[in-house]
């Protein structure tokens, strides 16, 4: 979540939001995100555009985006972005570098089963 008052209030809250710790991971892989947009009765069309496509340029070309706004009179010349981003691809999340990039690339990976996995499959 980013929020921003200054003159470039739209551009700087989005910025916020796409460098929030909470969001401490490569978004380009991203296949789809939900944007909220929050401001006083100021909000203006243009301002939400370039909110969209900003998180949209930092997503993969193909990514689904289903964004709204919110008028919240309480947030005076403030604008709020929440982003929140689901089928993102990474290391981070999908275990080793080798793992990702074999991931990325399409391509099968060998990795021991886990007993987890095990129990699973004698199950099923």
């Known amino acids: ?3 921003s008052d200054t003159g470039d209030r739209a551009i700087e809250s989005v910025n916020e939001a796409l460098n929030s710790p909470l969001l401490d991971l490569d ?3 991203a296949k789809s995100a ?5 401001g006083s009765s100021d909000l203006t069309l243009n301002e ?5 496509q900003i998180v949209a340029d930092e997503l993969d070309p193909e990514a689904n985006i289903i ?4 008028i919240q009179d309480d947030l005076a010349s ?6 929140v981003v689901a089928g ?3 290391p981070d999340i999908t275990g080793g570098d080798d793992e990702y990039k074999s991931k990325v690339r399409g391509e099968e990976t060998s990795t021991p089963e886990t007993d ?7 199950v099923f």
């Open 116 to 122: 987890l996995e095990g129990f699973i499959d004698d």
């Open 67 to 70: 964004w709204g706004t919110q």
């Open 78 to 83: 403030t604008v709020r972005t929440t982003i």
């Open 48 to 52: 939400a555009e370039k909110i969209v």
């Open 34 to 38: 939900l944007v909220n947009i929050s």
């Open 88 to 90: 993102v691809t990474s």
């Open 27 to 29: 978004i380009s892989t």
């Open 1 to 3: 979540m980013g929020e």
